[in-house]
């Protein structure tokens, strides 16, 4: 079973809808749960991160995590066409000096149409 | 120049060249990346260094080999290449370093070099 599982689409929305974009994993260890945005020939860029379970709300995204299923949501209000990218998952736990575990799902491709 | 910056952004070579990747950034962080991010496939660590010095390397292939000569630059070099090899390959920094550090590891990236082995 991988770690970090993450359905990689593509996915193709109307401008408007509202988009969920999930992943589930199995590490009970991981503590920071993160969304990386990638537009076409650029690098992942942070778009937000949680601690813990709960939601966290930044603008039109919202980051949510249930723990006791190991899931994770981003949801987007409002779509618009420039929303349109790759949103990778990315999970972290510290397990002792010099030791990474940030774990990267495989990114859902996402398209919003005009 | 701000962020992170890769170059070259296109690469193409042949197995038995031998060629490297650069990367600087411009944000005073401790620690450096390199990540090999192929099609349908989660991004893969390939090495780290905190503080430059080389603190995590996932058993990669030593036909790859990375140099950071300072907190700022970091190198990937490359010889006698396999095509499956081709890839985009990304450098990202973070403010931390994983010895001292157990918060959110937040890592800013660079655009990234395609690499392309014929």
């Known amino acids: 079973q991988k770690e970090v599982e993450q359905d990689p689409g593509p996915l193709s929305v109307p401008e408007g809808a509202i988009v969920s974009l999930n992943c589930t994993y199995s590490n009970s260890a991981f503590q920071y749960f993160m969304w990386y945005r990638q537009y076409s020939r650029k690098g992942p860029e942070l778009l937000m991160y949680t601690y813990s379970s709960g939601n966290k709300e930044d603008g039109r995204f919202t980051a949510q995590v249930d723990k006791s299923s190991k899931y994770i949501s981003l949801f987007i209000r409002d779509s618009q066409p420039s929303d349109s990218a790759t949103y990778l998952c990315?999970?972290?736990?510290?397990?002792?000096?010099?030791?990474?575990?940030?774990?990267f799902g495989k990114g859902t491709k996402l398209s919003v149409i005009p | 120049e701000t962020g992170v910056t890769q170059t070259p952004r296109h690469l193409v070579m042949g197995m038995t060249n031998k060629k490297s990747l650069k990367c600087e950034q411009h944000l005073g962080h401790n620690a450096m990346y390199w990540y090999k991010q192929s099609a349908k496939k989660p991004l893969e660590l390939m090495f780290v260094y905190s503080l430059e010095e080389r603190v995590e390397n996932n058993s990669v292939p030593s036909r790859f080999s990375p140099e950071c000569p300072n907190s700022s630059h970091l190198f990937l070099h490359l010889h006698t290449l396999q095509p499956e090899d081709s890839a985009l390959y990304l450098c990202?920094?973070?403010?931390?370093?994983?010895?001292?550090?157990?918060?959110?590891?937040?890592?800013?990236f660079g655009a990234g070099s395609r690499l392309t082995v014929l």
């Open positions: 990202a920094s973070s403010p931390h370093e994983r010895v001292t550090y157990s918060g959110a590891n937040v890592l800013t």
């Open positions: 990315a999970m972290d736990a510290y397990s002792g000096a010099g030791s990474y575990q940030l774990t």
